[in-house]
């Protein structure tokens, strides 16, 4: 009963995607192994320059660049496919942040002469970005952004603090969206702004985190910008974070995935190898179905991400889709990453093992973007409550 | 990669609402499996079986030389969602002939058995209908321990023991039955066969079962000395165990689908009456708790959704959908579980009414899960069961039991 005609849905991944993939993977396991995870932990820029330029080298952070910017042309899955893979090998480093928070919208809504002057090199690795759009509520809802920038004569001047800047300490440029003009809708007035991170009255403080992941404090005081640097226009900013949000929370979760199905190996191979009561403990089924669970969450899981990041590929409207997917990857990476330890017992709370490094690194991943609660109002939105 | 429906997935759709709209009165509420019991529901059960057989609909990805249309299996995935979601009756005939004897027949029968029993079962006959005979007193989850006994005798088995949970056995023309051929089999699995057995034949009794709502779904059924031909006999003699593992797969396979359907009707339904009712002026679709549940339920349905097409997508590659199988079916429990309780939480004291009453919301539809949803985990392997298959068969872990 074999047949193929008029069969247009494929769960396959290009062949071509097969080898990025397996091509991160390897280069991941040789180049980032957890020792470096540790170490990197406890350094100050949070991650290994070395292993960035080689990343840079393979083309990794132009991956969705056109060529004219020295870029990949690849598509969005691919990228998603990669994001996948650096979450399984839990990469630190502020690739996610230069890439999916700021090239992405550069490319979007930049104008040709800022295209040309900042794509190409994050393509080639040398420069580092972020996006600082959260303030000290932690909060992705436009009322949120109390940031506020004033035209003064013919400059523009950029006061506020901003809060969870991933990666600041390192970066070279930051995007900043602020409120440039007061409007009772909070989602009006908001514009987007690039700012060189050397400026004067640019203070950046680091905030400690349980991952040694960076984030940052950025204070803007009189922080001059000249009119050029504007990205989109004047009051496009909460659309342009929305774009922001969408690609991004998508690739967070492709991130999520990896490091879901790096718990259930680690865990299933940790069940078949510890013996109790004379047996693999992968033989009671307390810890059998505890595994199976975790292999439902992480297969429905990979499927919402495909689904999504397949959607923004052909371009169709998905906000469901990918709130659908932000909440799922949300509750399923608590869950896994708790059956994990359980499954390890007590080693698995050490710092000599690794499966307590995907713990601690759930809280992150979970409110980037948004939390739960964000999304789920957003898919009740959708199914018209 | 590309989840997209093609345009043939996307007319069929249209076409079932179409038929749905046409064949099925407003007022009539689809209880799965309810239809078994009363003469009436089963009456117009078959007439509707007959209707999807004439549109080529009840067993669409079967090769045409059985009566089906060739169709993919993704096209047979879609049928299933559109159909329960338009609570369209009949598209089992009972629950075994279209989903899994046929598929099985295909697989390991011979052609003379394919001839004989497939084209009714396509046509949506009486003669179509099918029970299956798995279950015994000390043989639940625990499979392999039947009882049941064939015994050779020149061209006959000869059938002796008791079935029970046996679905649709009062309205099925043949028994798809799992029996013992070699009582002294080193292992108990290197001894089972499949037989066909006719219901009409004389050492056949069924006793109806009631469920603990009152409905007559299933059946024990005795064989006493039951003489069944030997051309009966489905595939290898005491291979049956082993053949038994895909048909499990395909019984299984599309109860994801099953549920994906009737449970996006049952969300919709929940979103427009928490909308429409008020409290103290307020509707409920305001409550936060209320919101959310119901976007679980949803992320839930979306989760399912995909899983479904995915094992579709599997089967046209040539996979047996075993891991995948037990998976969509585990999940899918899980599903319809929080479904009911989410459904019963919003209608409150109301969802206490008999399904009949005429102060029941929603058509009684949540009560009817409510009630229907432990039946149906337990049915075709209990999740335990199931969670044991993937450990097995996906993890790669060591048999528990």
New interface residues.
């Given amino acids: 009963m074999k047949e193929i005609k008029g069969f247009k849905m494929d769960f396959n991944f290009s062949e071509h995607q097969n080898m990025l993939r397996n091509e991160a993977r390897r280069f991941l396991t040789k180049e980032c192994p957890k020792t470096k995870v540790k170490e990197l932990e406890k350094d100050e820029k949070g991650y290994d320059s070395v292993v960035w330029r080689h990343m840079a080298e393979m083309g990794w952070m132009g991956l969705v660049l056109p060529e004219e910017y020295g870029g990949l042309n690849a598509d969005f899955i691919d990228l998603m496919v990669l994001m996948e893979e650096m979450g399984r090998n839990i990469l630190p480093g502020p690739f996610f942040s230069t890439v999916a928070l700021c090239a992405l919208p550069i490319l979007e809504y930049g104008n040709d002469s800022q295209k040309a002057e900042y794509l190409a090199p994050i393509g080639r690795g040398e420069k580092i970005w972020t996006l600082a759009m959260t303030e000290s509520s932690g909060e992705y809802r436009a009322s949120a952004i109390k940031a506020e920038v004033k035209l003064e004569g013919g400059e523009y001047v950029l006061n506020g603090d901003k809060f969870f800047v991933s990666y600041a300490n390192v970066a070279d440029y930051l995007l900043v969206i602020a409120r440039t003009v007061k409007s009772k809708a909070p989602e009006k007035g908001l514009t987007f702004f690039i700012v060189d991170a050397k400026k004067p009255g640019i203070h950046i403080e680091t905030i400690p985190t349980l991952t040694g992941e960076k984030q940052s404090r950025v204070s803007f005081k009189n922080v001059k910008i000249p009119g050029k640097d504007i990205l989109g226009k004047v009051g496009q900013g909460w659309e342009m974070a929305e774009y922001i949000m969408r690609k991004a929370a998508v690739l967070k979760c492709a991130e999520v995935s990896g490091a879901c199905q790096a718990i259930l190996d680690m865990a299933n191979t940790y069940a078949k190898e510890r013996i109790q009561f004379g047996k693999p403990i992968g033989s009671f089924q307390v810890i059998q179905h505890q595994l199976v669970d975790m292999l439902i969450d992480v297969e429905g899981l990979q499927y919402l991400v495909y689904q999504a990041a397949w959607l923004i590929s052909i371009g169709a409207p998905c906000d469901i889709q990918i709130a659908m997917t932000k909440a799922k990857a949300n509750e399923v990476y608590r869950r896994i990453a708790l059956s994990g330890i359980k499954i390890h017992g007590a080693i698995g709370f050490t710092m000599d093992h690794d499966i307590g490094l995907y713990y601690r690194r759930v809280l992150g991943a979970e409110f980037v973007l948004g939390d739960t609660d964000m999304y789920l109002e957003k898919v009740a939105a959708n199914l018209g409550l | 990669?590309?989840?997209?429906?093609?345009e043939?997935e996307d007319a069929l759709r249209e076409e079932i609402r179409r038929f749905a709209k046409a064949e099925i009165p407003p007022d009539f509420v689809s209880n799965f499996l309810d239809e078994e019991s009363r003469d009436e529901d089963w009456a117009f059960t078959m007439s509707i079986s007959k209707k999807l057989a004439q549109k080529g609909w009840l067993v669409m990805?079967?090769?045409k030389k059985y009566g089906g249309q060739?169709?993919?299996?993704?096209?047979q995935m879609v049928l299933v969602m559109e159909a329960t979601y338009w609570g369209i009756p009949g598209l089992g005939m009972g629950i075994s002939g279209t989903a899994w004897v046929g598929?099985s027949l295909?697989?390991y029968g011979n052609e003379e058995q394919r001839q004989k029993y497939l084209p009714p079962i396509a046509s949506g006959d009486p003669d179509g209908v099918w029970c299956t005979g798995y279950s015994e007193p000390n043989a639940g989850s625990d499979f392999a321990n039947i009882q049941t006994r064939a015994v050779r005798e020149g061209d006959e088995y000869v059938v002796n023991g008791q079935k029970v949970w046996t679905s649709c056995a009062h309205r099925a023309r043949w028994c798809w039955i799992a029996v013992v051929t070699d009582a002294n089999a080193p292992k108990k699995t290197h001894g089972i066969s499949l037989l066909i057995v006719d219901m009409k034949s004389p050492g056949v009794t069924v006793r109806p079962l009631l469920n603990y709502t009152g409905v007559h779904i299933f059946n024990e059924v005795f064989f006493d000395n039951v003489r069944v031909p030997a051309a009966n006999l489905v595939g290898q003699e005491n291979r049956g165990w082993y053949q038994l593992m895909q048909s499990l797969a395909y019984e299984r396979h599309s109860v994801g689908a099953q549920i994906y359907g009737a449970g996006k009707r049952m969300?919709e339904s929940l979103?427009e009456y928490?909308?429409e009712t008020k409290q103290d002026g307020v509707s409920l679709?305001q409550n936060p708790v209320?919101?959310?549940k119901?976007?679980?339920r949803?992320?839930e349905l979306?989760?399912l959704k995909?899983?479904s097409?995915?094992i579709?997508?599997?089967m046209?590659q040539?996979v047996i959908p075993i891991y995948e199988a037990s998976?969509n079916k585990?999940?899918g429990d899980c599903l319809q579980e929080r479904m009911a309780n989410t459904g019963t939480e919003i209608l409150g004291a109301y969802s206490q009414i008999d399904q009949n009453s005429r102060f029941a919301k929603l058509k009684g539809t949540i009560q009817h899960l409510y009630l229907l949803f432990p039946g149906i985990t337990i049915a075709a392997g209990t999740d335990?069961i199931e969670?044991?298959i993937?450990?097995q068969f996906?993890?790669?872990?060591?048999?528990?039991?």
Avoid at chain 2, 1 to 6: A, G, I, N, R, V
Avoid at chain 2, 394 to 401: A, E, Q, R, T
Wanted: charge should be positive; glycine fraction near 6%; proline fraction near 5%.
């Fill in positions: 990669m590309d989840f997209k429906l093609s043939k990805a079967w090769p060739e169709a993919s299996y993704l096209e598929p295909m697989l969300l979103v928490v909308v679709s209320i919101r959310h119901l976007s679980e949803a992320i979306e989760t995909m899983l097409y995915e579709a997508w599997k046209s040539g998976r585990a999940y335990e969670k044991n993937i450990g996906k993890l790669g872990l060591p048999k528990s039991y």
